[in-house]
C-alpha cells in the first residue's frame, strides 16, 4: 500500500510500475486462500464444475434438470473449454479463479475509471481502491462473475465510444430541459464530440457492444437488469447515445426469462415477481435475516454493513466535494446508484444488497478517493497521500475480515473431499443422497446421474424444526438412500444458526443406532451411512 501511494505522488505516470503493484495487491487478497487451502472455495464451486461437465459430456442442456441450465452463456463455455483441452476435472480451473477473474478485471475497470475522470493518479486510485473494498467474493468460478466481467467491459467501452446526447438537445423542449437540469447537477460536464471514426468501425462497435448485451443475459440471471437503470439513466443524462442498445437491453432480458427460460420461469412466477414492491421483506431477507449466528459470524456481519455503509458514505461526500470543485461526478453517481432500483424488485434469495454494493462499487470508488486528489493531475502531496494510505489500511483490514470470516465453512478439506469421493464409489447411479446441511462439495461430477436432496438451507434458522430420522427413512423409503454429513455442514449450522444448537451431531447420535442405519465410512471429515429401504431389504 505504502509503495502504491508513494507511485501515485510522482510526478509522471509510470503504468507499468502500477500495474504490477496492483496485481501484487491482488494475489495477495485472493491468492492466499487458494495457497493455503488448494482446493475451490465454496460449494457453488462444485456445482459449476458438475454442471460444465454434464454439458461437456452429453452434449447437451436439460433446463428442466437445473436452474442454471436456462442461463447456459458461463456453463457451455466452461464445457467447451474442458471439452477443447481434454481437462475434465476443472478444480484448478475453480481453485485460482479468483485471481484469473480479478487480473481480467483489472483493464476494464482502468478504462471505465479513465472514462469518469480524465486525472490518471483519480483513475488508477479508483482501481485500487476497488480490490481493497470487494469484500462479496462473486469472484469465483461462476456465472456472476462472468457476467460482471462482461457488465465492466460494456460499461467501459459505451462511455469511451459512445457517449453525449442521443438526440439534439436544442430542437426539443423535453431535451432541452433535461440538458439544463443536467447542468445543474454537474456543471462540470462538457457536451461530448464524437470520436472520428469511420462510420463502419462504428458499426462493428455497436455490433460489439449488442453481443456483450447478448452475453451477458445469457449467463446470469440478475446482471442483465443490473445494467438496465444504469444505461437508461445514462442515455437520460447525455452520457450515452445508443438508444436502440438500451432498448436491446430493456427487451432482451425480458425476452429470454418469456421464452428461453420458459421452463424455469413457468414454474416460479411468484418468486420471480411476487416481491414486487416489498421492500420491508427484501430488507428482512437482505439485511436483518442475516443478522444472526455465532458470536463470531455476528462481528463478520456487523464489518459488511459498515464497510458497506463506509463506502456510501465516502461515495456521497466525494459526490459533493466533487460538486463544489466543479469536477464531473454525475456518471459515477448514477453508475453506483441506479442499480439501487432493484431493491424494490425482489430480493434475490438474500443476497441482493451483496450484489447491488459489487455492482455500484466500481463507480463508487471513483467517488470515494476523489477528496483525496487534487483537481488536476498534479502530485497529490503528502497529506492527500497519508490520507489515501490511511483509507486504503482501514479497507484492507475490513476486507480481510468481510471476506474472509467466514473462512470456516466457506472452504473445504481434504478429508471432507475423500467423503465425497467415497459416497460416489459406493452409491449405485441413481441412488438418493442426502446432506443434512447445504454445504457439501459435491455435484463436481455425476450431476444428473443421483437424485440430491437436502435437509436444512444454508440460512438462519433458529426456529427450525430439528432434524428427524424419519425424514431420510422416508426419502429413501423405495430403494434406500446415503446420507453425508460432513464437518463444514456441522460448522455451518452452528455459526449461521441453522435449527437448534448441536441438532446435526444429535441427529446423527440419535438415527446412527436405528435399524437399517449403516455406517458406511467415516474420517475426520465427515460420515456416511446407508439407509435401508423397502426395495432393497434384507
Keep these: 500500500m505504502a509503495g502504491f501511494v508513494a507511485t501515485l505522488g510522482l510526478r509522471k505516470a509510470r503504468p507499468a510500475l502500477l500495474t504490477l503493484q496492483v496485481l501484487v495487491l491482488v494475489v495477495i487478497l485472493q491468492g492466499a486462500d487458494p495457497i493455503i487451502h488448494g482446493l475451490p472455495r465454496l460449494e457453488a464451486s462444485y456445482r459449476h464444475m458438475g454442471i460444465a461437465d454434464y454439458i461437456a459430456q452429453t452434449g447437451h442442456l436439460d433446463p428442466r434438470l437445473d436452474a442454471y441450465f436456462n442461463w447456459p452463456g458461463f456453463f457451455s463455455t466452461l464445457a467447451m473449454l474442458s471439452g477443447s483441452t481434454g481437462v475434465r476435472d476443472l478444480s484448478n480451473v475453480a481453485t485460482w479463479a479468483p485471481i484469473g477473474v480479478n487480473m481480467l478485471l483489472l483493464a476494464p475497470l482502468l478504462a471505465l475509471a479513465s472514462r469518469i475522470t480524465s486525472n490518471w493518479r483519480h483513475a488508477w486510485a479508483s482501481v485500487w481502491m476497488f480490490y481493497l473494498a470487494s469484500w462479496v467474493g462473486q469472484d469465483y468460478l461462476s456465472p456472476q462473475a462472468c457476467a460482471f466481467l462482461l457488465m465492466v467491459i460494456l460499461l467501459a467501452c459505451l462511455l469511451t465510444v459512445f457517449g453525449g446526447w442521443a438526440w439534439p438537445v436544442t430542437k426539443r423542449r423535453l431535451t432541452a430541459r433535461l440538458s439544463r437540469i443536467v447542468m445543474v447537477l454537474d456543471p462540470a460536464v462538457r457536451p461530448q464530440r464524437r470520436m472520428g471514426l469511420p462510420r463502419s468501425d462504428v458499426a462493428v462497435l455497436e455490433i460489439g457492444c449488442a453481443l456483450f448485451v447478448v452475453a451477458m443475459t445469457a449467463a446470469h440471471q440478475l446482471t442483465p437488469f443490473a445494467v438496465i437503470p444504469v444505461l ?4 437520460l443524462t447525455g452520457r450515452l447515445r445508443l438508444k436502440m442498445l438500451t432498448l436491446l437491453a ?8 418469456a421464452i428461453v427460460a420458459a421452463p424455469y420461469t413457468v414454474g416460479h412466477i411468484n418468486s420471480l415477481i411476487g416481491s414486487f414492491g416489498a421492500i420491508g421483506q427484501t430488507t428482512t431477507k437482505a439485511v436483518t435475516g442475516r443478522i ?19 463506502v456510501v458514505i465516502l461515495g456521497a461526500i466525494g459526490a459533493a466535494v466533487a460538486r463544489g470543485r466543479r469536477v464531473s461526478w454525475l456518471t459515477a453517481a448514477l453508475g453506483a446508484g441506479m442499480p439501487v432500483v432493484l431493491y424494490v424488485v425482489q430480493p434475490y434469495g438474500g443476497e441482493l444488497l451483496l450484489r447491488l454494493y459489487m455492482y455500484g462499487l466500481p463507480f463508487a470508488a471513483s467517488l470515494m478517493v476523489l477528496p483525496l486528489m487534487r483537481k488536476n493531475s498534479s502530485p497529490i502531496g503528502l497529506m492527500r497521500s497519508l490520507g489515501l494510505l490511511l483509507l486504503s489500511s482501514v479497507l484492507a483490514v475490513t476486507t480481510i475480515v468481510s471476506r474472509y470470516g467466514n473462512d470456516l465453512v466457506e472452504n473445504f478439506t481434504p478429508d471432507e473431499i475423500s467423503v465425497v469421493n467415497e459416497l460416489y464409489s459406493v452409491a449405485p447411479a441413481g441412488s ?9 462439495p459435491w455435484r463436481s461430477h455425476e450431476y444428473a446421474n443421483y437424485q440430491y436432496e437436502t435437509l436444512l438451507s444454508a440460512t438462519a434458522q433458529p426456529t427450525a424444526a430439528r432434524l428427524s430420522c424419519g425424514t431420510v427413512d422416508w426419502l429413501g423409503r423405495a430403494n434406500g438412500a446415503y446420507l453425508i454429513v460432513t464437518k463444514s455442514q456441522v460448522d455451518e449450522a452452528d455459526m449461521l444458526g441453522i435449527g437448534p444448537e448441536g441438532d446435526v451431531n444429535s ?19 465427515g460420515v456416511i451411512y446407508h439407509i435401508q429401504g423397502a426395495g432393497n431389504a434384507k
Aim: glycine share 6%; hydrophobic share 50%; charged share 10%.
Design 250 to 257: 430493456v427487451v432482451f432480458p425480458l425476452v429470454w426469462l
Design 232 to 235: 437508461v439513466a445514462l442515455l
Design 507 to 525: 441427529f446423527l447420535d440419535s438415527c446412527s443406532t436405528k435399524p437399517g442405519w449403516t455406517l458406511v465410512y467415516q474420517n475426520s471429515g
Design 432 to 440: 438418493v443422497l442426502v446432506e443434512a446441511v447445504h454445504n457439501t
Design 292 to 310: 444472526a449466528g455465532s458470536e463470531g459470524h455476528l462481528i463478520v456481519v456487523n464489518t459488511r454493513l459498515a464497510e458497506t455503509a463506509l
